[in-house]
């Protein structure tokens, strides 16, 4: 394995992950994909680190509960920018070069043949197996708290659904769907949805940011945070501190839980849900 973790173009990684591949059949070409990779200074040996944590701690029953464990500290262990994880070919590595045995394990299909989208390999930052575990800790972190997060990705629907949402750049917006879960106002994965049809659907007309602003966030401390990687050892028994750039205004958070609260309420999706 190299000690680095490398970017993986997409054109590459498309060319890679032929049909046996994606059944778990054909052995993906490790020493070609390192030829195709430009390097880092990211070290790989934290992160595999992590994933093999991930295998030990849960069964393959128990997969799905592995993505609240692993969120939070693949985010305090790859420490990247907004920029730098928006790119696909760091992701691209991971999954096909550094851990592609994590991705069958997680998200390996119980079809005949068994088999993993594409996407889990190389898609979009809302599927793919890493990219949606640590975009998820970073837009429901709130500042270095990432209990949110825990709450945020053991609901499933939290990450197949309302990730994909732009609303949730908005930091209250991405609270105050916490809180609706945190105080069980929404339970189960059919109210998840709705809240999110009926939150994205308020959002295209009414502007959350200038209802419930938010504060500014630090960036010199966010990049403070990342600078100081080296020799900071990111606990597994407990949740990692994330960066010091910032809480989310409690007062805004407060309005749009309100708010949301009651759009899921007069949500059609609920009302046939209650007859």
């Given amino acids: 394995m190299n000690t680095t973790v490398r970017l993986l173009p997409d054109e590459a990684a498309a060319r890679l992950l032929t049909t046996g591949v994606l059944e778990n059949s054909e052995p993906l070409p490790l020493a070609a994909i390192d030829q195709m990779s430009e390097p880092t200074a990211w070290e790989a040996e934290p992160l595999r680190q992590l994933f093999d944590e991930a295998m030990k701690r849960f069964t393959p029953s128990e997969r799905t509960s592995a993505d609240a464990w692993l969120a939070p500290v693949l985010h305090a262990t790859l420490r990247l920018t907004r920029r730098q994880a928006s790119g696909s070919r760091i992701w691209n590595y991971v999954a096909l070069r550094l851990a592609p045995d994590y991705v069958?394990?997680?998200?390996?299909?119980?079809?005949?043949?068994?088999?993993?989208?594409?996407?889990?390999?190389?898609?979009?930052?809302?599927?793919?197996?890493?990219?949606?575990?640590?975009?998820?800790?970073?837009?429901?972190?709130?500042?270095?708290?990432?209990?949110?997060?825990v709450v945020a990705c053991s609901n499933q629907d939290v990450l197949n659904t309302v990730l994909r949402l732009d609303v949730i750049l908005h930091r209250p917006t991405a609270q105050a769907i916490i809180k609706l879960l945190t105080t069980d106002v929404i339970r189960t994965g059919r109210q998840v949805n709705a809240l999110a049809q009926a939150v994205n659907t308020a959002g295209s007309t009414l502007s959350y940011?200038?209802?419930?602003?938010?504060?500014?966030?630090?960036?010199?401390?966010?990049?403070?945070w990342i600078e100081e990687l080296t020799g900071?050892?990111?606990?597994?028994?407990?949740l990692p501190i994330g960066p010091s750039d910032g809480r989310t205004r409690s007062s805004s958070v407060d309005i749009l839980a309100t708010l949301f609260t009651q759009l899921f309420a007069d949500s059609p999706s609920v009302r046939e849900m209650s007859e």
Avoid: I, K, T
């Fill in 232 to 238: 900071v050892l990111v606990p597994y028994d407990s």
């Fill in 209 to 224: 940011e200038a209802h419930a602003p938010d504060g500014l966030r630090d960036v010199d401390a966010f990049r403070d």
């Fill in 104 to 149: 069958y394990w997680r998200h390996l299909s119980r079809g005949n043949p068994p088999s993993v989208s594409r996407a889990r390999f190389s898609g979009p930052f809302h599927s793919q197996a890493f990219a949606r575990l640590w975009w998820a800790a970073e837009l429901f972190r709130d500042g270095p708290d990432y209990g949110p997060v």
